[in-house]
T-cell receptor, first 107, second 115 residues
Framework: AQRVTQPEKLLSVFKGAPVELKCNYS??????LFWYVQYSRQRLQLLLR??SRESIKGFTADLNKGETSFHLKKPFAQEEDSAMYYC?????????FGTGTRLQVFP | DSGVTQTPKHLITATGQRVTLRCSPR?????VYWYQQSLDQGLQFLIQ???????AKGNILERFSAQQFPDLHSELNLSSLELGDSALYFC??????????????FGPGTRLTVL
């Protein structure tokens, strides 16, 4: 079955520390993966997608088909990165979301 | 605001009642998606419409139905409401459907509370 797993509900780090939010997926086919972010009281918005291979706000994510992972990384966390992060897998027309990880960055 | 809009922002109702949630997609987007976000289930896909026609169905209860109108706005109808239907309901839109790299843009959500 198609599934996205985010094992951490909460990740707390201090400003300037490296961050890695984990995402594993299960998909029979060629996956298309996304990271969405939801800042406090704001709507869900796309952070990045694996096909773009870009860095947004210092975040990067590499698709590892061998490990079926799409972890989100940032070398130096900022306080404004505090938010809910959702990993999502595209399955034909719909998105399958993980349960999300709340990132807290302390000053 | 040319983004996805949803009304109402909040809805409080009683068990057994029926409500309608409304979504207006981004200008030019033909696809509309509905998602339910609850504490225990996370974000779950409910249903998708493309240019007025149902395109895909997810974990949508029979008590729930949706439609997309000629002007492309969509409504999600929830009937015989139960306490467990309390959740945040998101609408998203995209330009096309089933296309690699096609981004879904989300609305602010409607928070439904069933008492």
């Amino acid at each position: 079955a198609q599934r996205v797993t985010q094992p951490e509900k909460l990740l707390s780090v201090f400003k300037g520390a490296p961050v890695e939010l984990k995402c594993n997926y299960s998909y029979s086919g060629s996956p298309e993966l996304f990271w969405y972010v939801q800042y406090s009281r704001q709507r869900l918005q796309l952070l990045l997608r694996h096909i773009s291979r870009e860095s947004i706000k210092g975040f990067t994510a590499d698709l590892n088909k061998g490990e079926t992972s799409f972890h989100l990384k940032k070398p130096f966390a900022q306080e404004e990165d505090s938010a809910m992060y959702y990993c999502a897998l595209r399955d034909t027309d719909k998105l399958i979301f993980g349960t999300g990880t709340r990132l807290q960055v302390f000053p | 605001d040319s983004g996805v809009t949803q009304t109402p922002k909040h809805l409080i109702t009683a068990t057994g009642q029926r409500v309608t949630l409304r979504c207006s997609p981004r200008s030019g987007d033909l696809s509309v998606y509905w998602y339910q976000q609850s504490l225990d289930q996370g974000l779950q896909f409910l249903i998708q419409y493309y240019n007025g026609e149902e395109r895909a169905k997810g974990n949508i209860l029979e008590r729930f139905s949706a439609q997309q109108f000629p002007d492309l706005h969509s409504e999600l109808n929830l009937s015989s409401l139960e306490l467990g239907d309390s959740a945040l309901y998101f609408c998203a839109s995209s330009a096309t459907s089933s296309r690699t790299g096609n981004e879904q843009f989300f609305g602010p959500g409607t928070r439904l509370t069933v008492l």
